[in-house]
């Protein structure tokens, strides 16, 4: 009887160290990496190049993960092999979160699943993180396995790993600098990674990759400088050198340099840009705008000093009132359209080379499977 009571007991105690172990949080799991990138960091072609560098990959077997990310992948990599770059993503009312999903050729089955989730969205949205606060996505929430709502904090919050696409061109040319987007995006992260005020400030728990793109641009090219110079120059000294610090602890972010088209050799074995850069005649600048001339029985708004460059020429919502005064001059208005500029090409006539795109996600999946 005893024996028995034992053996009963012992059997127990052995199923609820099965059943834990199978749900244990410290067995393998899904390693989940997002991505951010401004206006022109050049993220739609990255992400098509990464997938296509995954498919040569000797390490990885590489697949979409849903029917957007298969159209994604197959539209955007054939305008490539045309020698175009895909066009700017335009703003769109819905969103969705995007996936590729990574396996190690010799995982033997048991091994951590990679999700690399994306938000295919202009860069306007990743900026701008308090004017897109309405605009949701679909987030995976891995420790109760289901999809929540959430902005574009929450989604990368969700992530294990992000890639941050720093462009160097754009950040000498327009828009906010790296420091201010950096800064106001982590300062969100930490606030609401405590519930509470009285919970202690500690460092934010994301592996970062710091990618500065488009280094095989000659100019950048020829300096020959270390990735974490580069980002250096773009983030500016103390962004670089003190603020990383007070968000993350020493290990948890890395220096990248990235080339989604990369570079060749000519035939004397010189290493080339693979983009080809149209001859723009330079042009006399714009005339500043003028106040619209009143017409008899039409347009007689006046001009508005204040108003935004350009706002006589965009028509009046349907709800306006003064919609025969509008058309009345704009039937009147010879404002010349702007021509369009011919845009950069890719040299499909040599066999280039991306540089560094799988790199980065190489380091986040080394380091955040160290944690896992």
């Known amino acids: 009887m005893n024996n028995n009571n034992q053996f009963l007991q012992l059997r127990t105690a052995l199923t609820a160290w099965l059943k834990n172990k199978q749900t244990s949080p410290t067995g393998p799991k899904d390693i989940r990496i ?16 990464l997938y296509s560098a995954l498919e040569d990959s000797d390490e990885w077997r590489v697949q979409a993960g849903d029917d957007h990310a298969d159209d994604f992948i197959d539209t955007h990599i054939s305008e490539i092999d045309a ?11 819905n969103l969705n979160i995007f996936t590729y999903i990574l396996i190690p050729k010799f995982s033997q089955g048991t091994g951590s699943k990679i999700v690399l989730n994306f938000i295919d969205a202009p860069g306007e949205f990743y900026e701008d993180i308090r004017g897109n606060g309405a605009q949701t996505v679909k987030i995976h929430e891995a420790q109760n396995n289901q999809d929540t709502s959430g902005d574009i904090v929450d989604y990368l919050r969700s992530c294990d790993g992000i890639i941050f696409l720093i462009d160097p061109i754009r950040s000498k040319k327009q828009g906010e600098s790296y420091k201010t987007l950096l800064l106001r995006l982590f300062r ?14 500690t460092t934010l728990e994301q592996y970062i990759a710091f990618c500065v793109t488009k280094v095989d641009k000659e100019e950048i090219w020829s300096q020959g400088k270390k990735s974490a110079d580069l980002a250096k120059d773009v983030m500016g000294n103390q962004f670089f050198t003190k603020k990383l610090k007070n968000f993350f602890s020493e290990g948890r972010y890395e220096f990248f340099s990235v080339a989604s088209i990369g570079r060749y050799l000519d035939k004397d074995g010189k290493s080339r840009e693979a ?3 149209p001859d723009i005649p330079e042009t006399q600048p714009p005339e500043p705008p003028q106040p619209p001339q009143p017409l008899q029985g039409g347009y007689s708004g006046g ?3 204040d108003a935004p460059s350009g706002e006589p020429n965009t028509p009046p919502s349907s709800s306006s009132s003064s919609d025969d005064d509008w058309e009345s001059f ?6 010349p359209e702007l021509p369009s500029l011919p845009q950069p090409t890719i040299n499909t006539e040599v066999e280039y080379e991306p540089f560094n795109v799988i790199a980065p996600i190489k380091w986040l999946i080394d380091s955040i499977g160290l944690t896992h």
């Open 34 to 49: 997002g991505i951010w990138g401004t206006s022109r960091s050049g993220k739609t072609t990255y992400l098509a190049m």
């Open 83 to 93: 020698g175009k770059f895909p066009p700017a993503t335009q703003p769109t009312a």
């Open 188 to 201: 969100e992260f930490q606030k609401r990674s405590r519930k509470n005020d009285n919970d202690m400030v």
């Open 275 to 277: 983009v080809i850069y």
């Open 303 to 305: 001009y508005d000093p």
């Open 330 to 335: 704009n039937q009147t208005s010879n404002t």
